[in-house]
Nanobody
Framework: EVQLVESGGGLVQAGGSLRLSCAVS????????IAWFRQAPGKEREGLSC???????YYADSVKGRFIFSSDNVKNTVYLHLFSLKPEDTAVYYC????????????????WGQGTQVFVSS
């Protein structure tokens, strides 16, 4: 059974940092692309970073240089490191697995975690 479990969200001041974790099970990083998305109230789900099955990492322009994707094959965990956070980064952050060919479109990602809330205060 494929499972993704996010953690690491919380309240942080503007300019601060967080590390989000996504523990995965039921598949390997060779099977599916893994991506991070976020969704703020009233907004569409936004693709942030994608790690494809070839080991390449992609970033949305809105977070390039501030967010960094990493993975730990031993722990079967992927991370999203958030730096220089802004109030507009406030959202629920999700990790997802699936076919990443259409990223940043979330439509082909069939497996999702429950999300972790990030709140950035000004």
């Amino acid at each position: 059974e494929v499972q993704l479990v996010e953690s690491g969200g919380g309240l942080v001041q503007a300019g601060g940092s967080l590390r989000l974790s996504c523990a995965v099970s039921g598949f390997t990083f060779d099977d599916y692309a893994i991506a991070w998305f976020r969704q703020a109230p009233g907004k569409e789900r936004e693709g942030l970073s994608c790690f494809d099955t070839s080991g390449r990492t992609y970033y949305a322009d809105s977070v390039k240089g501030r967010f960094i994707f990493s993975s730990d094959n031993v722990k079967n965990t992927v991370y999203l490191h958030l730096f220089s956070l802004k109030p507009e980064d406030t959202a629920v952050y999700y990790c997802a697995a699936g076919d990443g060919s259409a990223w940043p479109d979330p439509v082909h990602f069939g497996y999702w975690g429950q999300g972790t809330q990030v709140f950035v205060s000004s």
